[in-house]
């Protein structure tokens, strides 16, 4: 039964003490989805505009409106606290009260009224007080003790109406929440001098610790900041505890692990990860950018002053010189005529202080300006609408008049080929994009006006509007842009084959116009802050090499704090401005790279990549790192050298390096690093690797194996080579040590005999390595780790009690869903979205396997050929003697029933034939959400011969995943299956 009563409350209180005001929601930045009580009945709607949620309603047809959001809004804990909601009030609106719900722990709702004076209109604070003990509210559902049990939740809004005529509405701008008092720990900030968390060489700072009692009592406990290392503390009211940390001796991102320990029983221990950056400021420099565009995407125009301020500090101080940003029609003109240009100008404004300027994208629409004919592409995928183009024409203008002297770049919609963006054909689209040219044009020719920037290659995203949307804009917008925008959202492995794409797309259509990878980045969700910040150098790095004009990071700053949510972990800072390790990177390659050109690309071995820059002070760079997985650091030789030599890490710290004889040795690792040569003319060049393992290191259990090294003199004097090999545990050598003397270009191979105990296994995901201390004739001395695999062993009759292949972690995971707000929900969140084991046997004719799969939702729409886009299992066989590979989908229909297919077969087999002896047997348990998939193949219908199992066949498998709108990622057992096909990654099997 509901109960209501009216709480109490303050309209505009002042400052209160507690903890500061943590914002719940600002309606004005983010578009929630929300969910009005039977709207239609009610005549009442709702959207999204200058004053943030606008709720409309008809007096005559409802008593009341209420709405609940659609997402899960946690409050702090407290035990009292105000709420406080900014809204707009029209007069006469005929709202007599306003109400704000939570949900708690149980179910249970509260609803909070704030009863509206007839004539209060205008921008209004609600204030609401709560007493967890007395919350003073009705409330219904759950337990209906009338307690707030926490975790607690921003339900939703509730409003009654004071009149049965007339319509109404109010606009929901932001919410807000002061904790007066709690049970929370004190919570610890970090202060470096700056609000962005940086020091910087010779500023004399250390970095500090801090903690402030903004309860209303005595605070006692301990702070442990370091393994081992804790400080006890005791505060009075409103007293701060101090602690300074040790200043780093490196650039880069430290991080700080704290953990607050309460001596009151009731305060649970508050666990917080801390960071500051230590680093020479790339920025902010004087002027506008000149060359290659370093740049960042950011979603400032709704922020606070305050937040606006360390936004362009932060953008600025990494050496970022161009910020993309929307434009967002629907904010400057809310309705037609009434224009509001004030939350750009202060964007605009705020980046001209720190020397940046905005790279406008003109988008989207607000809801007076879309097309009475427009009809939506789909219907089940409701994406943005298409404005009319009159109305457009008109917003494009006055922008481009407005701006002329501060923007020089225009981007025309933000990924227009996905639907979800802009819900409307292409040929509307190229449309739109010819008036914002002509219009640009003629009120700023120097305005260079983009493409809307493409998610991803055609075809490559189950929600684009037209699969061929990007060439044919390309090709009918001829004359009509100046810049190609791309984006391309995902690590190196993913991003290198589009841009291949890309350009041969390009070359194809004759397209001239310079592109820029103007939106491009990898959450560090599932892949840590370390591999973010590699991505980001190696892609900068490769988009200017295959000849972008800029490249634009996303985002600046994370926009959430939820560490399973992929658009909260794109950010080179944290929500609340720590840096991420990917800052650091970002501005030592401003540091080092601006104002640089792009030589060539040089080839130093397989899977090396190399490139050739010269910076704008003569120096020669050469950015390199090692993409193939079978070995860790790789050694090649660079000649040509004659002047200094200095390494640059990932985060800008150098070192000086030996050239001797005009020769210099680079460690070719998975982390990138830059050679910098100073003072020649004359380019360098690469002259080969030292030593390179021939073939695989594939390890018997219970056997011997033999792995192959080459080494080779690529100097131009003899030296003596010295190797000393020693191995993991398990693992036992014949003979460890070599040592021999080679002529320049001389080569020698190494056989190394190894024998490994039957229990030994090193496999993807848990490799062990073979060490080795390598010594090049007085040029190269140090240690190399190599990575061993172990030849899993088919047991004979049953399945064996633990699987061969275990796949639940993110290092196999492969995202394919593309950073689209609206897909946020596809994204990975663990084992029990995705995951699954591996099973293998044989009999005396036949190799068996199973596989079992954890997925939350089984959805398998296709069949045949495109069965691989739904939830199946695919399998890939290299076989010894054989002229190809084998690729091999099996799947479980919805209606329950089996199919396989056979992608790529060898020279020389009848697919059909071999398909049709295949027996495949599938279940799915929905209440533990797993599906399993039974095969067994047949040795004679693959050409598997007892010789070729003993021998070993390479073998690899992934799960594919699709909850109902697009093959949305895949986990594997190894790589070369799913993101590229490469059988030598794959592990080796044998009888």
């Not at 490994?756 to 040029?779: I, M, P, V």
């Not at 009848?910 to 040795?939: Q, S």
Request: hydrophobic share 35%; with cysteine; charged share 30%.
């Amino acid at each position: 039964m509901k109960r209501w009563i009216a709480a109490a409350f303050l309209l505009a209180a002042g400052i209160t003490a507690g903890l500061p005001a943590e914002e719940v929601v600002d309606f004005t930045r983010e578009k929630l989805p929300v969910v009005l009580h039977r709207p239609q009945e009610k005549a009442q709607g709702f959207a999204y505009g200058r004053r943030g949620l606008e709720i409309s309603w008809d007096c005559a047809k409802a008593r009341h409106f209420e709405f609940f959001i659609n997402r899960e809004l946690f409050l702090p804990e407290f035990i009292r606290a105000e709420i406080r909601v900014t809204a707009e009030l029209p007069p006469a609106g005929g709202l007599k009260s306003f109400n704000l719900r939570l949900a708690d722990a149980g179910g249970e709702t509260f609803q909070f009224s704030r009863n509206i004076p007839e004539n209060l209109s205008g921008r209004q604070e609600f204030v609401y007080r709560i007493d967890c003990g007395n919350p003073a509210a009705g409330s219904w559902g759950g337990p209906g003790d009338g307690v707030l049990d926490f975790p607690v939740r921003l339900n939703g809004f509730a409003g009654d109406f004071g009149k049965r005529e007339g319509v109404g509405r109010i606009g929901i701008e932001r919410v807000s929440i002061r904790v007066l008092d709690s049970n929370r720990p004190l919570t610890p900030e970090l202060e470096t001098g700056n609000p962005i968390h940086v020091l910087t060489p010779g500023d004399g700072r250390t970095p500090v610790l801090k903690l402030v009692n903004t309860r209303g009592r005595t605070a006692s406990g301990r702070l442990e900041y370091a393994p081992g290392r804790a400080a006890a503390w005791r505060l009075g009211p409103g007293e701060e505890f101090r602690l300074e940390l040790p200043r780093p001796e490196k650039f880069g991102v430290s991080r700080v692990e704290v953990r607050v320990i309460d001596d009151d029983p009731k305060v649970r221990p508050l666990e917080r990860r801390l960071s500051f950056a230590y680093m020479p400021p790339a920025g902010p420099t004087p002027g506008r950018a000149e060359g290659f565009l370093f740049g960042v995407c950011s979603h400032s125009q709704g922020s606070s002053d305050e937040e606006l301020e360390r936004e362009a500090m932060a953008a600025a101080w990494c050496g970022a010189k161009v910020v993309r940003e929307d434009i967002l029609w629907e904010r400057l003109e809310p309705e037609e005529g009434r224009s509001d240009f004030s939350s750009y100008d202060r964007l605009v404004a705020a980046l001209k202080k720190y020397h940046l300027e905005p790279q406008a994208i003109y988008c989207y629409v607000p809801g007076w300006a879309v097309a009475k004919e427009w009809k939506p592409v789909s219907a089940a995928r409701r994406g943005k609408g298409r404005p009319d183009y009159g109305h457009w024409a008109n917003f494009i203008r006055a922008f481009a008049q407005r701006y002329r002297e501060e923007i020089r770049y225009v981007e025309v919609w933000n990924e227009p080929d996905l639907i979800g963006f802009a819900d409307f054909s292409q040929p509307e689209y190229l449309e739109l994009m010819k008036i914002a040219y002509r219009e640009t044009k003629a009120a700023a020719p120097e305005m260079n006006v983009l493409t809307g920037g493409y998610a991803c290659m055609p075809g490559m995203h189950g929600a684009m509007s037209d699969a061929e949307h990007m060439p044919k804009t390309l090709r009918g917008g001829r004359g009509f842009y100046d810049i190609h925008a791309f984006h391309g959202h995902g690590p190196l492995a993913h991003y290198r084959p589009q841009i291949e794409r890309l350009m041969k797309l390009r070359r194809e259509l004759g397209v001239t116009a310079p592109w820029y990878a103007n939106e491009t980045a990898e959450s560090s969700i599932h892949i840590g802050e370390r591999r973010q910040a590699r991505t980001l150098v190696q892609k900068l790095l490769y988009s200017w090499a295959r000849g972008a004009v800029g490249y634009n990071w996303y985002d600046l700053r994370n926009d959430g704090y939820d560490p399973r949510n992929n658009e909260h972990n794109f950010g080179l800072v944290t929500r609340d401005f720590y840096p991420k390790e990917a800052y650091a990177a970002y501005n030592m390659l401003a540091g080092v790279f601006r104002g640089g050109e792009y030589r060539k690309d040089l080839f130093l071995g397989d899977g090396l990549d190399c490139f050739l820059f010269r910076d704008g002070r003569g120096n020669f760079l050469l950015p390199h790192w090692n993409n193939r997985r079978d070995s860790a650091v790789r050694l090649a030789v660079i000649g040509d050298v004659t002047g200094r030599c200095e390494l640059i890490d990932l985060f800008g710290n150098r070192r000086r390096m030996a050239a001797a004889g005009g020769e210099a040795v680079i460690e070719v690792g998975e982390e990138p690093a830059t050679l910098l040569i100073g003072g020649q003319e004359k380019e360098p060049v690469p002259r080969g690797e030292l030593i390179r393992r021939e073939g695989d290191a594939n390890l018997v259990p219970g056997g011997s194996s033999t792995v192959k090294y080459r080494v080779t003199n690529a100097t131009a004097k003899a030296r003596l080579f010295r190797l000393d090999f020693s191995a993991p545990g398990g693992v036992a050598l014949k003979r460890s040590s070599f040592c021999f003397r080679l002529a320049p270009g001389g080569e020698r191979t190494v056989e190394l005999e190894l024998r490994a105990e039957s229990t030994f296994r090193s496999l993807h995901g848990q490799l062990k390595h073979l060490n080795l201390r390598f010594e090049a004739g007085g040029l190269w001395k140090g240690e190399l780790e190599e990575p061993l695999w172990t030849v899993a062993r088919l047991r004979e009759g049953d399945f064996p009690p633990v699987p061969d292949f275990e796949l639940k972690d993110a290092s196999r995971l492969t995202m394919l869903a593309p950073n689209d707000p609206a897909r946020s929900h596809l994204f990975w969140k663990g084992p029990e979205d995705l995951s699954g084991k591996v099973y293998l046997a044989r009999n005396r004719d036949s190799l068996k396997l199973r596989v079992e799969v954890t997925d939350d939702r089984h959805c398998q729409p296709f069949a045949g050929a495109e069965s691989w886009k739904g939830d199946s299992v695919q399998l890939a066989l290299r076989i010894p003697g054989q002229a190809g590979s084998w690729e091999i989908g099996f799947f479980r229909r919805g209606d329950g029933g089996n199919g396989c297919f056979v992608w790529n077969a060898p020279v020389g087999f009848d697919v059909r034939r071999v398909t049709e002896r295949f027996r495949l047997e599938t279940g799915r348990d929905e209440e533990r959400k797993r599906t399993l998939y039974e095969a067994v193949i047949p040795f004679a219908a693959v050409g598997l011969t007892e010789e070729a199992a003993g021998r070993g066949f390479r073998f690899n498998l992934l799960i594919n995943d699709n909850d109902g709108e697009m093959r949305e990622s895949f986990i594997a057992v190894a790589p070369g299956l799913g993101d590229s096909k490469n059988t030598d990654f794959f592990p080796v099997v044998s009888f």
